[in-house]
């Protein structure tokens, strides 16, 4: 296709000796059929050559990232394509956040996700409860595209996901669209993963300023405000080592909260606290829950999920055995393994 259009509709001037000239780019272009005057000698290293075009510094950052989109160029994206104002897709408000269809997970000869299909409407907290190897952790790892799945569908805010090979070959096809996906799904691992050698507020602010690339000074105030909504505001200036577990585990709910994503992931938030600081934790969680954010939440805290949630899936051997409200789940269960689950939990 033509690039001219991504050269502008107006004539590219320069300072010289305190005067606007026209570029050299300007004297030797040609008007095309169109009117727009583009330079032959600008276009020529272009014609054929997409990617050419998408690193070249004459071409407008805006116009290589919409470019680079449009053609799912594998290339290393720039700050301006990483924002957020670049989006091919616009959601509808009924669209929900994440739409997982039969999909499949495996690890060798390990079949971990065995076609599994749900969907976290805007503004819900849905709970992913069941046994360990159940395949919980790997579902949310596979939604956030932290692990390539075999066969299915993952679809966000209506945007499918783009996928290239099939089975154990099987990679996203657009890395553009996996750095701006993953950046509007901040997770939350069982393990704080806080930069030691950084203060509270530092690691709070990186990843919007250094990722993102905005403006330190907003990136700031607005951590600041974070760290103060999840309690450790006076944490600021502290290291990681000097901060309790779950004060660490509430730093970063803080750092995934300042990424300002369309939802949030919890992978097993309390399983690393203990009880006393478990609960400094689930007060956090289920505040965030009542402001109406969508999360999706691995858990093996029975309460919190009834407590915090309006959707529960119960995953057993990579499937999902049950699904409903928290009411009908917890005091209802329909199949046998889940009684069983439910049990045990209560027994221990």
């Known amino acids: 296709m033509g690039l001219a259009w991504y050269m502008g509709s107006g004539p590219q001037r320069r300072k010289r000796s305190g005067k606007d000239v026209g570029s050299r780019h300007d004297r030797a272009a040609k008007p095309r059929q169109d009117g727009v005057p583009v330079s032959d000698r600008i276009l020529r290293p272009f014609r054929n050559d997409a990617h050419s075009c998408l690193r070249s510094r004459l071409v407008p950052r805006a116009a290589r990232a919409q470019l680079a989109i449009a053609q799912g160029a594998n290339i290393r994206p720039t700050s301006t394509e990483l924002s957020k104002e670049i989006l091919p897709h616009v959601p509808d408000a009924s669209t929900p956040v994440i739409e997982v269809s039969d999909l499949h997970k495996s690890f060798g000869p390990l079949e971990v996700l065995r076609g599994v299909s ?41 945007e499918p996901i783009s996928w290239r090979g099939e ?85 970063a709910i803080a750092r995934a909260l300042c990424m300002e994503p369309r939802a949030l992931l919890f992978d097993e938030p309390t399983s690393a606290l203990d009880p006393e600081l478990e609960q400094e934790v689930v007060k956090v969680i289920k505040s965030l829950a009542e402001e109406g954010r969508t999360m999706l939440l ?20 990579g499937r999902i055995e049950e699904e409903g409200s928290p009411d009908a789940l917890f005091d209802a269960p329909r199949t046998e393994r889940l009684r069983q689950f439910l049990s045990h939990v209560r027994a221990a």
Request: hydrophobic fraction near 40%.
């Open 118 to 158: 749900m969907a976290a409407p805007k503004g819900h907290v849905v709970s992913l409860i069941g046994s360990s190897g159940s395949g919980k952790s790997t579902l949310l790892r596979c939604i956030n595209l932290l692990e390539d799945s075999q066969q299915g569908g993952i679809i966000f805010e209506g």
């Open 167 to 251: 089975g154990a070959n099987r990679r996203p096809a657009d890395r553009i669209q996996v750095t701006r996906i993953r950046t509007n799904l901040s997770m939350v691992f069982q393990q704080f993963n806080l930069w030691a050698h950084l203060t509270i507020l530092q690691n709070v602010m990186k990843a919007p300023v250094t990722v993102l690339k905005r403006n330190r000074a907003d990136v700031e105030d607005a951590a600041r405000r974070y760290l103060e909504r999840v309690g450790i505001g006076d944490k600021c200036d502290a290291y990681p080592a000097q901060l309790s577990g779950g004060q660490q585990q509430r730093a």
């Open 298 to 317: 691995v858990t093996h805290d029975m309460t919190m999920a009834r407590d915090v949630s309006d959707h529960v899936l119960f995953l057993h051997e």
